[in-house]
């Protein structure tokens, strides 16, 4: 398998509904540009690419799928996964949060259009993620219910019970004493919880197997786990023209990190237990999992 290859159709393929999605929305202009500013301008675009492999993996296990939803449906949440995720960063870009001049190697949205346009990209983003899955649903009843029930955890791993609770969490204990479970609480929702989430999500859409969910379910958290450190880690060890974004933030803002509470090999080291433990999940589903496995190993090298 070509891994970057196979990582790159995905890409290409979200890239396509997103284009889509957006084209013929009518809204504020301006607004729409700050809007497509953002979403058009790279990323790794993961937590779409996996929730697609989790959905194509569910899809290789179920032997008696009569119906299946209908592509633009399967598209519409991928891309419905990074408008989320691109609101998020829009703003914890924002003065009030972490103030960053710079995400994926250009200025940030409210360097370019000020902060209080910047608010409103977030929200439309936000709202059009809602809006863009809900145009979508399925109207046969047992795909439906699957659909919603993908939507459902979304909305949650989003929501006050994952990110936006994270990102609470990671402001006000910034600057106070390092605390393992304050650690543990930022990490796990403001990233793991949007990660599992996009793969619970395309697992449900492929297939009805709590098996196959609770595997991508444990995958997910500790690959969730292991992405945070590794951007922990790269905050003092990454290259900025490779990330796109300053560094040296987190010890300036005084966060609760990996590095600072552990040590940089201490992380790197746990990063690796987590990345294992992932792939373990999904060793049982052999070369069908081979994209995912792969995607886990690289987490660990990964330079932005
Ligand atoms: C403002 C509600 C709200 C939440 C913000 C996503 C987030 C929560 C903050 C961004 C800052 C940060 C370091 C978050 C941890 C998650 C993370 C590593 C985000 C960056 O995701 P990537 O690396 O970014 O997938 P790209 O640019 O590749 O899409």
């Given at each position: 398998m070509d891994f970057n290859a196979v990582y790159q159709t995905k890409v290409d393929y979200l890239q396509s509904g997103l284009t889509t999605l957006i084209k013929n929305r009518s809204g504020h202009p301006t607004l729409l540009k700050a809007i497509e500013y953002s979403l058009h301008s790279?990323?790794?675009?993961l937590r779409p690419v996996l929730f697609l492999s989790a959905y194509e993996l569910a899809c290789q296990n179920n032997?008696?799928?009569n119906i299946r939803i209908r592509d633009n449906a399967v598209l519409a949440m991928a891309c419905a996964l990074e408008m989320i995720h691109t609101y998020s960063l829009i703003h914890d870009d924002l003065p009030a949060m972490d103030?960053?001049?710079?995400r994926r190697g250009i200025p940030t949205n409210h360097k370019v259009f000020g902060e209080a346009m910047a608010i409103l990209a977030g929200d439309g983003l936000l709202n059009l993620a809602y809006e863009v899955m809900l145009e979508h649903i399925p109207k046969e009843s047992e795909l439906l219910f699957r659909y919603v029930k993908a939507l459902l955890i979304i909305a949650r791993s989003a929501g006050i019970s994952g990110m936006i609770s994270g990102q609470s969490a990671d402001i006000e204990n910034q600057g106070k004493p390092l605390c393992e479970d304050t650690l543990h609480y930022i990490h796990t929702h403001k990233t793991e919880a949007l990660i599992t989430a996009s793969l619970q999500a395309g697992a449900l859409l492929g297939h009805d197997s709590p098996e196959l969910f609770n595997a991508v379910t444990g995958y997910g958290k500790a690959l969730g786990l292991a992405f945070q450190i590794t951007d922990d880690i790269l905050d003092i060890t990454g290259d900025i023209a490779q990330l796109g974004k300053n560094t040296g933030k987190d010890e300036k803002l005084g966060k609760q990190t990996y590095p600072a509470r552990y040590g940089l090999e201490r992380s790197k080291n746990l990063a690796r237990k987590y990345i294992y433990q992932a792939v373990s999940y999904i060793d049982v589903f052999g070369v069908k999992a081979e994209f995912l496995k792969v995607l886990a190993l690289n987490i660990l090298n990964r330079k932005h």
């Open positions: 790279g990323g790794k675009r032997t008696n799928n103030n960053d001049d710079y």
